[in-house]
């Protein structure tokens, strides 16, 4: 199992460009997450879906940023227009249902290192 | 608001001394506490939680409900626990909320 599968893995844009992440979950899992992940404020939990439904979008910063999860194996964020203070790691994880009334493990992607110059 | 504090940016031991990796949460509720790290070019992974009340890689963190701590110890650091580390918590949802992390650098 390849895991959690993000790309691009680098992208390097101009401010005003946009910018469109990508993720691929584990299989099977119903929970998705975006995060971002800067020195000053560690990582912060951008959106949640479950089961291809948006269900905490209250850390997302600003209307520029937008996400959506067409179905069960893909998901993206996008930024437009993209401005240098985006500059940053995005994790995209996952997570399965636990039927035991507690929160199951997050697996996390590799990430993508934003830079908007 | 929840929140979760690591007031430690940068934390350097020598090996073999011992570690501890600081985290207070602000939540009245019954919280849910992890411990993620990340080793350089590795991703960043659950290294352990505080239902499952076990020890990983020597790492311990005990619920202090009294103080709001979830605090990560280790007796003896070794090099290889060089990492970022991050505690994180929910309240019983998916909404995890992260601290800033801490940096531990275990020196030879």
């Known amino acids: 199992d390849a895991g959690v599968i993000q790309s691009p893995r680098h992208e390097v844009t101009e401010m005003g460009q946009e910018v469109t992440l990508r993720c691929k979950p584990i299989?099977?899992?119903?929970?998705l997450f975006w995060y971002r992940q800067t020195m000053m404020r560690g990582l912060e939990l951008l959106i949640y879906?479950?089961?291809?439904?948006?269900?905490?979008d209250s850390g997302m910063p600003e209307d520029r940023f937008s996400a959506k999860m067409p179905n069960a194996s893909f998901s993206t964020l996008k930024i437009q227009p993209s401005e240098p203070r985006d500059s940053a790691v995005y994790f995209c994880?996952?997570?399965?249902?636990?039927?035991?009334?507690?929160?199951?493990?997050?697996?996390f992607g590799p990430g993508t290192r934003l830079t908007v110059l | 608001a929840q929140r979760v504090t690591q007031p430690e940016k940068l934390l350097s031991v020598f090996k073999g001394a011992p570690v501890e990796l600081k985290c207070n949460y602000s939540?009245?509720?019954?919280?849910?506490l992890f411990w993620y790290v990340q080793y350089s070019r590795q991703r960043l992974q659950l290294l352990l939680r505080?239902?499952s009340r076990e020890s990983i890689k020597g790492f311990t963190a005990d619920l202090n409900k009294g103080e709001t701590s979830f605090h990560l110890k280790k007796p003896f650091a070794q090099e290889e626990d060089s990492a970022m580390y991050y505690c994180?918590?929910?309240?019983?949802?998916?909404?995890?909320?992260f601290g800033t992390g801490t940096r531990l650098k275990v020196l030879a």
């Open positions: 879906f479950n089961n291809n439904v948006p269900i905490d």
């Open positions: 994180a918590h929910t309240s019983g949802t998916y909404k995890y909320i």
């Open positions: 505080h239902i």
């Open positions: 299989s099977g899992h119903d929970y």
């Open positions: 994880a996952s997570s399965p249902y636990s039927a035991g009334g507690s929160t199951d493990t997050q697996y």
């Open positions: 939540y009245s509720g019954s919280p849910e």
